[in-house]
């Protein structure tokens, strides 16, 4: 689960929270693609008003790009530009689950790494894959790897929520993922009859993992830190990255922010001023509080992955593109 902060800053440093750049090798599947220019005019912006930049994990992607020569190559003025920032004031660099530390210190040697910062006493930075479902339990690389792969081979995304994501190769692999957990749910009957219901759960994670994907909750990131923060936990707000989805919600008396990232088309930052963090994107300057997490909060039953199928499945890999982004708000 969370790990015990590394650094503490005190409450009132401005604080520059950038999450999820995801530099890649500049090939189809570079998540960060051509926002170079975008993200060295955001940083000469910001910096004035930054005590400390914080760099919230899976800044470079090894697992799209195994060497780190690749990446220089894709993006130098970025790598420059963070190694400047580095030089001349704190840069804290939360560690992720796409980096191999040893090549991160390669890219950014004045970089001090840490596994979380606490601000004050209320707010806590970390990455946010302790509260992923796969990563939490130690993940499944081969699985990127593979992703990356097919990503890079058909130059289409494939990913969801699949309001953001609707191509060909995407629908063929939501409805042969469909498939694939129809069978284990058959599976995981026919043990939990004998007596072994332990397949049975993992369907039903599997299928909750999937279907809150379609909200916005990737990885079931939400549900699991909300669930931490509702428990015996000194945090007052809790401050991730790793799911890519903006926003700032409130648990209870607590806070959920989410630092976004500057994968595919986000550019997303997060500031916390005050002990108080605001998210918004860089590039239109709007600023994003609950409204991607709405739904997730309102109470309402969420369909499972047969439900959502029934709904919206049209047949022939084809589906109701209208209905869904009219359900499943951005």
């Not at 699991?224 to 936990?233: G, N, R």
């Not at 997303?268 to 998210?279: N, Q, S």
């Not at 860089?282 to 709904?311: C, H, K, N």
């Amino acid at each position: 689960m969370l790990q015990h902060p590394d650094v503490w800053l005190p409450a009132g440093t401005r604080v520059l929270v950038l999450s999820d750049l995801h530099l890649g090798d500049g090939s189809a599947s570079d998540l960060f693609g051509q926002k170079d220019e975008a993200f060295v005019a955001m940083l000469a912006e910001q910096l004035p008003s930054t005590d400390v930049v914080v760099v919230n994990g899976d800044a470079v992607d090894h697992l799209q790009a195994s060497a780190a020569a690749r990446i220089e190559r894709a993006h130098p003025r970025v790598l420059e530009a963070l190694r400047t920032v580095a030089a001349e004031r704190p840069m804290l660099y939360v560690l992720g689950n796409h980096e191999e530390p040893q090549l991160l210190l390669e890219s950014l040697p004045d970089a001090r790494f840490v596994h979380a910062v606490a601000v004050g006493e209320e707010l806590c930075i970390a990455h946010g894959h302790q509260f992923d479902l796969n990563w939490g339990r130690g993940g499944e690389p081969w699985m990127v790897h593979l992703h990356t792969w097919l990503e890079t081979l058909f130059q289409r995304p494939i990913r969801q929520p699949y309001r953001d994501h609707d191509n060909p190769l995407n629908a063929v692999v939501h409805r042969l993922f469909f498939f694939y957990t129809q069978a284990l749910r058959l599976e995981g009957l026919a043990r939990r009859a004998l007596g072994r219901p332990e397949r049975y759960a993992h369907w039903q994670r599997v299928d909750n993992f999937w279907a809150r994907g379609q909200w916005g909750d990737l990885s079931c990131i939400f549900e699991c830190a909300a669930a931490y923060l509702t428990s015996d936990t000194p945090w007052g707000t809790l401050l991730l990255g790793h799911s890519h989805a903006p926003g700032v919600v409130a648990v209870g008396d607590r806070r959920y922010a989410n630092a976004g990232s500057w994968a595919l088309e986000q550019s997303t930052i997060c500031r916390v001023e005050d002990g108080a963090p605001t998210v918004r994107d860089w590039r239109s300057g709007r600023v994003i509080a609950d409204e991607p997490y709405r739904a997730l909060v309102s109470g309402q039953t969420l369909p499972d992955m047969a439900g959502w199928f029934r709904r919206y499945y049209r047949g022939f890999f084809r589906y109701d593109l209208e209905a869904i982004r009219r359900d499943f708000p951005g």
